[in-house]
């Protein structure tokens, strides 16, 4: 497991968005988060499933969080304006993103892959992060040290037989950072990293892997230091980089 302890105020009054902040790794980051001090905006498509994470935050006595519905699959680039907007007026700035949504689409060869299922993976895991970032990066430049994490997986770092659009996306998510990194290092107090998480207990990790036993896996609440590290100015020097959760 990736080797680090976080104080208790380390994100102490930074704003931080966690997209897919729902369920899995995005809901345990979010609540870790919160509970290092930051105010955490909560987005994700599952409103219900968003209230019920703002209620645990809440209830911990933790900053007060927000909530950012919007379904990936449809988004547009207007729908992230709203929400830069929305972000802008009431925080004036973000401190953090942490790039966690996305989909496993049907795991398949390429020969037998559905233009359309390839397509919905690139939107969600793709598409998505860039316009996001794209339309956050002036609220980002008012932080004066903002850390933006890209979520990838060992498939997007070497290509597997039927990961297919997957794997294609967490190597479209790893070109991502790196570009914005070389651009941003010298312009900005904005750094860029990927983290893997590795396998961890989660509803994807399931579908992926019907036949294994759960319980192998590390809940997503154990591999939390890496991106508490990531978030934190510990890592302030740190851009441009791909780290592994474990
Ligand atoms: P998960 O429990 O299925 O969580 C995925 C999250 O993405 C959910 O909050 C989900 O929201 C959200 N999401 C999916 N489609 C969306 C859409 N169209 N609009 C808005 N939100 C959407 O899986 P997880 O394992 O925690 O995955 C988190 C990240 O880790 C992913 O990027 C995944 O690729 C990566 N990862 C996971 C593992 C692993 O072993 N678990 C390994 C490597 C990488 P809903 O609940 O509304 O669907």
């Known amino acids: 497991m990736f080797d680090y302890q976080a104080s208790a105020d380390l994100l102490k009054d930074k704003i931080i968005l966690v997209t897919g902040a729902s369920s899995g790794i995005g809901r345990a980051a979010a609540k870790t988060f919160a509970a290092h001090g930051a105010t955490v905006l909560l987005h994700g498509r599952d409103v219900d499933a968003l209230e019920s994470c703002y209620d645990e935050i809440d209830a911990a006595g933790h900053a007060q969080p927000a909530i950012l519905p919007l379904d990936l699959n449809t988004a547009t680039y207007d729908d992230f304006i709203v929400m830069q907007n929305s972000i802008g007026e009431t925080f ?12 496993l689409g049907r795991l398949a060869p390429i020969a037998n892959t559905l233009t359309k299922d390839w397509e919905q993976i ?37 290509g597997r037989a039927y990961w297919g659009g997957y794997s294609v996306s ?70 441009g980089q791909a780290l592994n959760a474990q």
């Open 122 to 158: 690139m939107q969600v895991n793709v598409n998505a992060p860039f316009m996001l970032t794209r339309t956050m990066l002036p609220l980002l430049e008012e932080s004066p040290n903002a850390s933006v994490v890209f979520t990838s997986s060992s498939v997007g770092r070497k």
């Open 92 to 103: 004036g700035r973000l401190d953090g993103i942490l790039h966690n949504a996305g989909v």
């Open 170 to 239: 967490k190597f479209a998510t790893e070109g991502l950072m790196q570009v914005l990194a070389d651009e941003m290092e010298n312009v900005s107090n904005i750094r860029f990293n990927t983290l893997n998480p590795g396998a961890t207990d989660t509803r994807m990790r399931r579908q992926a892997y019907p036949a294994e036993d759960p319980s192998t896996n590390p809940q997503p609440e154990a591999i939390m230091p890496a991106y508490l590290y990531l978030m934190g100015s510990d890592s302030a020097t740190v851009n």
